[in-house]
T-cell receptor
Framework: EAQVTQNPRYLITVTGKKLTVTCSQNMNHEYMSWYRQDPGLGLRQIYY???????DKGDVPEGYKVSRKEKRNFPLILESPSPNQTSLYFC????????????FGNGTRLTVT | KQEVTQIPAALSVPEGENLVLNCSFT??????LQWFRQDPGKGLTSLLLIQSSQREQTSGRLNASLDKSSGRSTLYIAASQPGDSATYLCAVLGGSEKLVFGKGTKLTVNP
């Protein structure tokens, strides 16, 4: 089944403890991206990647890192999480950036205490 | 900076009604606009994608239009059903290559 898989679905952690949220797609898509969704603020783009080894900042990249070493994987890294990074995170992919619909994962709900 | 606005924030209609959801954006230099559906606790599902050169796209009971010059898009849902209840979001891919979302319209279709 074609899908975008995020893990974990739920994560509770403490301030400062490094964590990684994984994202994997099995559709051979070139474009992948990360978003956070917060009440009242909607969905905001964190980082995106047009292809392997190519990443760019979205609107809210501060406090996050990403890497794209393989086409299928696009992990989101929080080196030192803070409570303001408590949010619902989504990963998405598409064949190309400019003319293809996005496929979303089911989300990761992160709580930082 | 691109801003995307969706009005109304919430809409409640009886089953069978035709309805229109609105999306407006401030910068008309866009590559495309997408409409998504989000169900509670789930990810987003892409409904329709309109390229900047297109005026509309249709899928089943859904029709999306795009007027770049006025910075507006509408999503028309025909003969609404309770299963259409969800939050509908529009997103614009602009010249900055960043994808900007509206805050969504929460639709409730009452049986």
């Amino acid at each position: 089944e074609a899908q975008v898989t995020q893990n974990p679905r739920y994560l509770i952690t403490v301030t400062g403890k490094k964590l990684t949220v994984t994202c994997s797609q099995n559709m051979n898509h070139e474009y992948m991206s990360w978003y956070r969704q917060d009440p009242g603020l909607g969905l905001r783009q964190i980082y995106y990647s047009m292809n392997v080894e190519v990443t760019d900042k979205g609107d809210v990249p501060e406090g996050y890192k990403v890497s794209r070493k393989e086409k299928r994987n696009f992990p989101l890294i929080l080196e030192s999480p803070s409570p303001n990074q408590t949010s619902l995170y989504f990963c998405a992919s598409s064949p190309r950036q400019y003319n293809s619909p996005l496929h979303f994962g089911n989300g990761t709900r992160l709580t930082v205490t | 900076k691109q801003e995307v606005t969706q009005i109304p924030a919430a809409l409640s209609v009886p089953e069978g009604e035709n309805l229109v959801l609105n999306c407006s954006f401030t910068d008309s230099a866009i590559y495309n606009l997408q409409w998504f559906r989000q169900d509670p606790g789930k990810g987003l599902t892409s409904l329709l994608l309109i390229q900047s050169s297109q005026r509309e796209q249709t899928s089943g009971r859904l029709n999306a239009s795009l007027d770049k010059s006025s910075g507006r898009s509408t999503l028309y849902i025909a003969a609404s059903q309770p299963g259409d209840s969800a939050t509908y979001l529009c997103a614009v891919l602009g010249g900055s290559e960043k994808l900007v979302f509206g805050k969504g319209t929460k639709l409730t279709v009452n049986p």
